[in-house]
């Protein structure tokens, strides 16, 4: 007994009791519904048996239910443009400004904090302000296309099966780009100065200092960026829910909505919970490659 | 010989303050130079704008007899060798070697012959696979040599290569650098603020403070006349001594000013009566007598010894000191003479700093007419 008390006040036994209350903690709030979610991916769930846990096991019923649904693939295809789109854009975009900023020119550094203006903001009033800009009649963005003569007649981003999801994705780029550069801008301050002048001398010029130093010295907080796109993608609801409600006809639907709707709206649990679990698949892979290309720094 | 560097009346400002004062310096192909001075000297700036990694604002700067002014760093045709070695952390040694190579173009196999040779010659050849986390300070320096070798430049510029490493690596990477200079007949330009590095190792040194050139020339001769107080106290270790006097009205004779301590010299060369001067002496040109039969006496302060040479230095204002080779009997406290030859007396303005040069035509009359060794030829006469 007495061993044991020492241990707590000066030996291993006070190491595991720091690192077991923050597991502890994530356990209760993130481990146990997290289970849930999976256990019930494999029930059958229904408004009167939601109080309980024992409900009837149904096998991968759920899930084969859930691809015979005609929308469920549009709706997979539907989050990987929106995934791929959405890193892409912010990810270009972003490391452009990064590199533009890293000039310095005089106020670069205040100019690149008020971009993150838009990282601050909620995704709801970032959701309403694209309202207006994306409004069919008398919308911003069509003023200026049709102004520069690239569209004849307004384009309704909203409720235009061809256009909704890319309203989203707009929306999405312009909210998460200053993000990415802030991220990359402090990627491109860690690479040593000397090793462009090095690769001057060596004969490089712009382009092949770009290709040959920047980008490979960059590799691992570009894998962490695009790791982290990938979570933040998939986590994005207000957005969707501000400016298309996944509308017109499930045309600018995705998983992490489509969960919700199907959840809180149609009352279908386990069709909810089905989705959430193929979501995290995703996300566990996305998790896996950003822990470790934030781990395989290259650092001379 | 053809000039591999020409440097006219080149200047740098950085806004306002003015890094590079009226720079000429000519440098002979496959010559050695070292530029030395305090950190702040502009050395460094020098080197760079060699480079082209700065640009100069005002003056001529020629690399092989070409105009470089404008010509960015990348077609200059020069390599360096950084303080911080700037090897490419993502790449293998061998890659690191063959970069410049593969940037221009040249076919893989030709380039990884050419890393295979130099690496041979630097001895690199078991560490190709490696990455520079992976190697010690000592390789890496080889590395980023070797780095600079393989593109036979017009000239290598070195900046500081060797102040991260140890001080016996650095004795021996000294020693090897300067064997590759004469092996590769490089023009090389090396930057330091170790005066030891730059007398060992250069053919060719050029002194600066605040910008300016203070004094250049060879090794020796730098030692031997320096053209002012600064590049007298910069060059030689340990330190040159120097003491405030002024020229008797002979102008033939010294007074000294050593605080408590009053001592008189006398001249080889007449100086003009009544002017302040200071007088510079080495430690290792003063010799250790008994007390009364040197040039004058001073109490003695620290003794330390290093086993090869004991320093010496008086508890006089300013302080003296003494290297006297082997062991010394000399203790604290203790009233010793110092014996010196007038002829290595350097005299400054104290002005100015500048070396007051005695006429080389009465110098020279004056020593014949002495006796030829000099048995502790300053007098020494008690005041």
Redesign the interface.
């Known amino acids: 007994m007495k061993r044991i008390l020492s241990s707590i006040t000066d030996g291993r036994g006070f190491d595991i009791g720091l690192v077991s209350l923050p597991l502890a903690f994530l356990f209760v709030l993130s481990g146990l519904p997290l289970v849930y979610n999976v256990v019930m991916s494999f029930q059958e769930v229904d408004m009167f048996s939601l109080g309980s846990f024992s409900r009837p096991f149904v096998g991968f019923k759920n899930y084969i239910d859930l691809f015979a649904q005609p929308e469920t693939w549009p709706i997979l295809l539907n989050t990987a443009i929106f995934v791929t789109a959405s890193i892409a854009g912010q990810f270009l975009i972003g490391f452009g400004l990064a590199l533009f900023f890293w000039v310095n020119f005089p106020g670069a550094s205040w100019l690149r904090g008020l971009f993150l203006v838009s990282w601050v903001m909620p995704g709801l009033v970032v959701g309403a302000i694209w309202n207006w800009i994306l409004s069919g009649d008398f919308g911003v963005l069509n003023f200026l296309l049709r102004e520069t003569g690239v569209i004849s007649g307004n384009i309704f981003w909203r409720s235009d099966p061809n256009y909704s999801l890319w309203a989203v994705i707009i929306a999405n780029i312009w909210l998460g780009t200053s993000f990415n550069m802030i991220l990359l801008s402090v990627g491109l301050s860690g690479i040593?100065k000397?090793?462009y002048?090095?690769?001057?001398?060596?004969?490089?010029?712009a382009f092949?200092r770009f290709w040959?130093?920047t980008l490979?010295?960059m590799?691992s907080t570009i894998g962490a960026i695009v790791a982290l796109g990938l979570i933040f993608t998939l986590q994005q609801f207000d957005l969707f829910a501000a400016i298309t409600s996944g509308g017109p006809n499930n045309t600018s639907n995705v998983t992490q909505y489509w969960a919700w709707d199907l959840s809180f709206r149609q009352y279908d649990f386990a069709k909810g919970a089905t989705i959430s679990v193929i979501m995290i698949v995703f996300v566990m892979f996305a998790s896996v490659v950003y822990v470790r290309s934030t781990r395989h720094e290259?650092?001379? | 010989m053809t000039l591999q560097i020409e440097l006219n009346g080149v200047n740098k400002f950085y806004g306002s303050y003015h890094a590079l004062k009226n720079i000429d310096l000519a440098i002979e192909e496959g010559t050695f130079v070292a530029l030395v001075g305090p950190s702040g000297c502009g050395k460094s700036t020098l080197l760079r704008s060699l480079?082209?990694?700065e640009k100069i604002s005002a003056g001529e700067m020629k690399i092989a007899g070409a105009r470089m002014n404008d010509v960015?760093?990348?077609?200059?045709d020069?390599?360096?060798v950084?303080q911080?070695y700037?090897?490419?952390?993502?790449m293998t040694v061998e890659e690191n070697l063959t970069?410049?190579l593969r940037?221009?173009g040249v076919k893989k196999a030709e380039a990884l012959k050419a890393a295979a040779e130099v690496a041979t010659t630097t001895g690199l050849s078991h560490l190709m696979k490696r990455y520079?986390?992976e190697l010690s300070g000592g390789q890496r320096q080889r590395v980023a040599m070797s780095?600079a070798i393989i593109?036979h430049p017009k000239a290598f510029l070195f900046d500081e290569p060797l102040s991260n490493l140890d001080a016996a690596l650095r004795v021996h990477m000294r020693k090897e650098i300067r064997a590759l200079h004469d092996r590769l007949g490089a023009t090389s330009v090396y930057v330091t603020h170790d005066q030891i590095e730059a007398m060992t190792m250069a053919d060719h040194v050029v002194v600066m403070r605040d910008g300016v050139i203070e004094q250049q020339g060879r090794p020796l001769d730098l030692y031997d006349r320096p053209a002012n107080r600064f590049v007298a106290g910069f060059i030689g270790s340990p330190a040159m001594n120097f003491i405030p006097a002024v020229v008797e009205d002979d102008g033939a004779h010294l007074a000294l000013d050593l605080g408590a301590t009053k001592a008189r010299l006398s001249l080889v060369a007449p100086v003009a009566p009544g002017a302040s001067v200071t007088v510079g002496i080495r430690p290792e040109h003063i010799r250790i007598v008994g007390a009364g039969q040197g040039a004058f006496n001073i109490p003695v302060g620290v003794v330390e010894s290093t086993g090869s040479a004991t320093y010496i230095t008086s508890a006089t204002q300013p302080e003296l000191m003494v290297v006297e080779t082997g062991r010394s009997a000399a203790s604290g406290g203790e009233l010793i003479g110092l014996a010196m030859d007038p002829r290595q007396l350097h005299i400054f303005d104290a002005e100015t700093g500048k070396r007051l040069e005695p006429q080389k035509a009465l110098l020279d009359a004056q020593i014949t007419s002495r006796a030829a060794p000099h048995p502790a030829a300053a007098t020494f006469s008690p005041s």
Do not use: C, W
């Open positions: 040593p000397d090793l002048e090095a690769a001057e001398l060596d004969g490089a010029n092949q040959t130093i490979p010295m590799r290259v650092r001379g | 480079a082209g990694l960015p760093p990348r077609k200059r020069v390599a360096m950084f911080s700037a090897l490419y952390p993502h970069y410049s940037i221009r520079p986390r780095r593109r």
